[in-house]
């Protein structure tokens, strides 16, 4: 009896200690109780749906890709509907971790910050916010001061039912900030996300992936505008790799490592630091660029 005991205590104990290594994102969440049964009179009237990376094609065709891109886990849309009013649709993902989260939200910034969770953008009837391992769609089928509240409060709601705050990857802390557009930052891990931003080349040369986490920040000054690229890699020898992939196919003719003048007059330049690459784009002036990435040498 007594040795039964022991193992039954013994399980329990291992159970706990697994339970506690886990990251605190990584902790299953029952989607639907984040999400209120109603709110400003609009009531859920129809079951939830859930997706899946396999099967969100069945509800947003196409998109699909951005959100599997930042390897969303699950999607859970609940529909709610007062009578004579718009339809509001509550699209709620489970981005498994904060940097996939704050990612996606970087995706498409266009809008206004209403201050709902980590970071909110709203336009037309659509807002969208990130918190914690969750990013948040709330639509309005119509637009109308009543939907806007409706779906300011659900907003609200919601990122107070997400209790871990989450925080932004340091890597974005990294740029210069004067002439930065700071409403303009995109965080990602993939190159076709890069090039819906700034289009660099068709084959992924900069050798993006799960282990690499990249940001770009776009610039403005005098009328100018002009981007900076941060690569961190998981140790230097793979930046190093990446770094002669991006000079070999990039900036072949180059008469200087690193550094060209472009057809249009404007400066591209490349450097290395540690396990970080540096690359800014479009840059009115060579000395410009030099002094962004020295600046980022003594934040790194």
């Given amino acids: 009896m007594k040795k039964a005991a022991l193992g039954v205590m013994l399980l329990l104990f291992i159970g706990g200690l697994e339970f506690m290594c886990k990251s605190p994102e990584k902790v299953e969440t029952n989607?639907?109780?984040?999400?209120?049964?109603e709110i400003n009179g609009w009531k859920a009237r129809e079951k939830d749906k859930v997706f899946d990376p396999e099967t969100i094609f069945d509800y947003i065709d196409g998109a699909g890709e951005i959100y599997r891109a930042y390897n969303f886990k699950k999607l859970l849309a609940r529909n709610f509907s007062k009578q004579?009013?718009?339809?509001?649709i509550a699209d709620l993902f489970d981005m498994e971790s904060s940097r996939n989260a704050?990612?996606?939200?970087t995706y498409d910034l266009d809008g206004e910050d209403v201050g709902v969770g980590k970071g909110s953008t709203y336009k037309g009837g659509l807002l969208s916010f990130w918190k914690g391992r969750f990013f948040v769609s709330l639509y309005a089928e119509e637009e109308t001061d009543e939907t806007r509240d409706a779906l300011l409060a659900l907003g609200k709601k919601v990122a107070f039912s997400i209790k871990k705050e989450g925080e932004k990857p340091r890597i974005v802390s990294l740029f210069p900030r004067e002439h930065l557009?700071?409403?303009r930052i995109h965080y990602f891990f993939n190159h076709i996300i890069l090039n819906y931003h700034f289009f660099v080349a068709d084959e992924n040369i900069l050798l993006l992936g799960e282990q690499t986490e990249a940001t770009l920040g776009i610039y403005r000054e005098n009328?100018?505008?002009?981007y900076l690229l941060l690569v961190r890699y998981p140790e230097a020898g793979k930046a190093s790799v990446a770094y002669n992939s991006f000079i070999n196919a990039y900036m072949p003719d180059a008469l200087e490592p690193g550094i060209v003048q472009t057809e249009d007059l404007k400066w591209t330049v490349a450097k290395l630091k540690e396990d970080l690459l540096i690359i800014v784009f479009d840059v009115p002036t060579g000395s410009r660029a030099k002094e962004m990435i020295e600046e980022i040498g003594k934040n790194k």
Avoid: A, H, M, T
């Avoid at 989607?31 to 049964?37: D, H, I, R």
């Avoid at 009328?223 to 002009?226: A, I, Q, R, S």
């Fill in 102 to 105: 704050f990612g996606v939200f």
């Fill in 181 to 183: 557009f700071e409403e």
């Fill in 223 to 226: 009328d100018e505008k002009y």
């Fill in 31 to 37: 989607l639907g109780s984040l999400l209120p049964e």
């Fill in 84 to 88: 004579g009013k718009p339809g509001i």
